[in-house]
């Protein structure tokens, strides 16, 4: 069959030499991803044939053969797994150039070290390319399940690959790696030898589901060895040797599996090539029985926040594969966590729509959360450091649970922190906020916005940094909305500084304070009235402010309003929000809001001239203060321009 050459897109070829030269620091990984790509392909097929009547495909013996050759010095990786059609091929094989190959290049050379950069490799899941470090061609062999045609697919790592129609090709796939010469220098070792490859295996994938057989060498190898030796050739043929125990991790107990076999599992699953931060064993018995071994991760993906991300945990009837990414077994904003769910009473044509109903699916859902988060917050405690790194790269995907599951929601806010104006560099958690709660503070305090540094310097924080009143700082695109449902914590309310009425001191404070603004509301009293009316289009309401102390005036939402971001971010979505009036608040103390009084009773019935113009300017620098967008920026400027000409 006639065989077509295509280049590697410039990003690729890139990408393949820095992985083939520069990357990796221990090359035997690649005969555990050729394995773990194996593996997949068994199970898939397994799942496909439970599926599917007419496929014809034998699973009598599903396995994994490794063969070597050490006059030709090749290796190959065979399975009679599920195969990939010729678009497969292109697709999945063909190419690792996509949208995202240019920010991984540029992640990658900015990576501090080999652990980050191989991080990085198993986000971006190239773990088949990883045979270009130990060989000089790499081609692929494969046929689909149900199909008469294979494909080869071949390549040397530099320039070009090429992809052709073969007639006759076995079920599954074969991929034959024209090894590399032995470099003990550059630890490239003889993956040639029986010894090796017994070793790699038993390390990396002794915990696979499916044998891992290793054919005898060739007949040249044994014919060369035997006359080194001396010794009379046996003719006797050799059966495979079945490198691997097979036995589920997760159905050992904990005293039989090292911490390595956990991490090789959690690596085999998750196509991560870090291990995980850590690992969380349970087991139940009973009415309903099961086992868990779940992983949270060192480190987020870079697609946690995409729309195709991939989710859920890998699940198994009586330890056989049933199916991969059950999202019904973890709500989404656990979608991080990897591992393995083995049931004893589950259906093995169970299918996804039937999970979404099923009682002790919901069970297990229910269990399995619960359990990462009592995990996470025994991590609080036992060891901050490593919670620090849980909450740096998941507490933003966590906190997504607060608008979703009302049961878990005391939990995931105990295990919460937030950053705050008590310490610009450690965040806080709300168990500890409460702690350093001042005596009368009756809530817990915060603000959201786009940064720390905008939400600082926010007019809405002058009486709260006068008083020395702790205020959270959520800047999290979430935090807008989880908030809105003004959760509690330890019977504390959580209140934001820009909404309703500020009441801060001691009661003695507060009754001294509710004196002196009843006189500054009588003072006030016609101003305020006559810049409600005047400004009515835009604010539902002008009152003197009690959070004020260096600027002028602030906008603020009422008690139980949306806020504008809020607002916004319904609209981004395509969901129509009625737009909300809000308060402009003044400052009495500020001179400019004590001249404009001043000015307002002097004139009386001719108030409006000239002071129309600066009530308006001055609730448009309070929206500007806030970080608001003017309604007519245009008049704004217009109006700012002409007050500063009169300066002159």
Known sequence: MPSETFEFQVEARQLLQMMIHSIYSNKDVFLRELVSNASDALDKLRLEALRDDSLGADVSDLHIDIETDKQARTLTVRDNGIGMSHDEVVQLIGTIANSGTA???RELKEAEDSAAAEGLIGQFGVGFYSSFMVADEVTLLTRRAGESQGTRWTSTGEGTYTIETVDSAPQGTSVTLRLKPEDADDRLYDYTSAWKIREIVKRYSDFITWPVRMAPETAAADAAATADSG??????????????SMKALWARSRDEVTDDEYHELYKHISHDWIAPLETIRLQAEGTFEYQALLFIPSHAPQDLFMQGYKRGIQLYVKRVFIMDDCEALMPPYLRFVKGVVDAQDLSLNVSREILQQDRQIQLMHRRLAKKVLSTVKDMMSADPERYATFWREFGRVLKEGLLSDFENRDAILGVASFATTHDKDEPTTLRQYVERMK????HIYYLTGESRQAIENSPHMEAFRAKGVEVLLLTDPVDEVWVEAEPEFDGKKLRSVAKGEVDLGTEEEKKEAATERENRQQEYADLLAWMTDRLSETVKEVRLSSRLTVSPACIVSDTHDVTPALENMYRA??????????????????????????????????AAIGLEETAELLHDLALLAEGGELGDPSRFVRLMADRLERTL
Do not use: C, W, Y
């Not at 010794?231 to 691997?244: G, I, M, Q, S």
């Not at 929000?577 to 000015?599: D, Q, T």
């Open 439 to 442: 005596d009368g503070q009756e």
């Open 231 to 244: 010794a009379a050739a046996d003719d006797a043929p050799r059966e495979p040797e079945t490198l691997n």
């Open 573 to 606: 979505m395509g969901q129509p929000v009625p737009h909300v009036k809000r308060i402009l608040e003044l400052n009495p103390e500020h001179p400019l809001v004590s001249g404009l009084n001043a000015a307002h009773a002097e004139r009386g019935e001719d």
């Open 103 to 105: 920010k991984f290049l």
